[in-house]
Nanobody, 122 residues
Framework: QVQLVESGGGLVQPGGSLTLSCETS????????IGWFRQAPGKEREFVAA???????TPFADSVRGRFGISRDYATMIWLEMSSLKPEDTALYFC????????????????WGRGTQVTVSS
């Protein structure tokens, strides 16, 4: 059983930056790939970014590549660094975990967090 708790959401102006955090319990550095998904009102949940066990692979959705970064420490923390934010990035952002990176990216998620809201607006 893996628990995930997101933090760091908020209101930011277009063009601004924001970093989301995800804390896992227990540590997942060597056991689980961790990813971020988002869901905007009236839309389906979509994949944003992920990081594999040991941090070796970091796939991104086309819509955020070059603007978002993802990293993790050697224990429990994963960060989603978001820059050049756009109004269309507004969504509820979820942290997710799976034992296989490819499964995670495809949406086959074993564990979900409850989400943190990001609103991009002037």
């Amino acid at each position: 059983q893996v628990q995930l708790v997101e933090s760091g959401g908020g209101l930011v102006q277009p063009g601004g930056s924001l970093t989301l955090s995800c804390e896992t319990s227990p540590p997942t550095f060597s056991t689980h790939a961790i990813g971020w998904f988002r869901q905007a009102p009236g839309k389906e949940r979509e994949f944003v970014a992920a990081i594999s066990q040991y941090g070796r692979n970091t796939p991104f959705a086309d819509s955020v590549r070059g603007r978002f970064g993802i990293s993790r420490d050697y224990a429990t923390m994963i960060w989603l660094e978001m820059s050049s934010l756009k109004p269309e990035d507004t969504a509820l952002y979820f942290c997710a975990a799976s034992s296989e990176l490819t499964s995670l990216v495809s949406g086959s998620v074993e564990y979900w967090g409850r989400g943190t809201q990001v609103t991009v607006s002037s």
